[in-house]
């Protein structure tokens, strides 16, 4: 099968499984969505394809930041929210793996990682807390990430806006604002997208399903 594969901590153990799966015979090609996945997971034995227009992801898993009731998710803390979007939407079924502490009554206490093109990026930042605001919002914090003194760039170049803005009741209409904005590559939002989440408690775990 074709295996679209996140990216982050929770990914790491995922692809970790795989490795075990593959040393026992099965195999697996993968859609990795960033760069250290893909490192990650070609040194556990999947076969990393390019896709193309034929290309048919039968299972995607990743993990998430925030997970509210209708499995609306806050995703994007490792940066490759833009790679993980466009694998989740590909995929015949999505599915999120993730420890307890990541189901909230309402999203929003995660900063909503907000992906943008560096080109007069001040710009976009401002339309960005100018369209929350006519939303509702009263933004608490909104910056650049910076990681080693550096503005943090995603593996296609882009930058992200971290965006505090407290509960969100109605993220579906929030991610709409602002893929309105010229200048905003992606959200962290993924809306409707997942079909299962698997949280982990200890060693117990317990299912939610759309």
Do not use: Y
């Not at 990914?11 to 960033?34: H, N, Q, Y």
């Not at 490192?39 to 290309?55: F, H, K, R």
């Not at 015949?92 to 189901?103: C, H, L, M």
């Not at 602002?178 to 200048?183: K, N, V």
């Amino acid at each position: 099968m074709t295996l679209g594969i996140g990216t982050g901590s929770t990914a790491r153990f995922f692809i970790d499984e795989l490795a075990g799966k593959i040393a026992a015979g099965m195999s697996f090609r993968g859609v990795p969505t960033s760069n250290e996945t893909n490192d990650l997971a070609l040194a556990a034995g999947v076969e990393i394809i390019e896709p193309d227009a034929s290309t048919i992801i039968n299972l995607a898993v990743d993990g998430a930041d925030e997970v509210d009731p209708n499995l609306n998710l806050i995703k994007g803390g490792g940066g490759a929210l833009l790679r993980e979007k466009i694998v989740a939407n590909a995929s015949q079924k999505f599915i999120v793996i993730a420890d307890s502490s990541k189901r909230v009554a309402a999203l929003g206490a995660f900063p909503l990682p907000v992906e943008i093109e560096p080109f007069a990026w001040a710009l976009t930042v401002r339309a960005i807390h100018e369209t929350v605001e006519t939303l509702g919002f009263r933004p608490q914090k909104m910056e650049l990430r910076i990681r080693n003194g550096v503005p943090f760039k995603s593996d296609g170049g882009n930058l992200i806006v971290d965006c505090a803005l407290g509960a969100i009741e109605a993220p579906a209409r929030l991610e709409a604002g602002l893929l309105e904005i010229p200048g905003v590559v992606e959200c962290g939002l993924f809306c409707g997208m997942a079909d299962i989440v698997i949280f982990g408690d200890g060693d117990e775990t317990s299912i939610q399903q759309a």
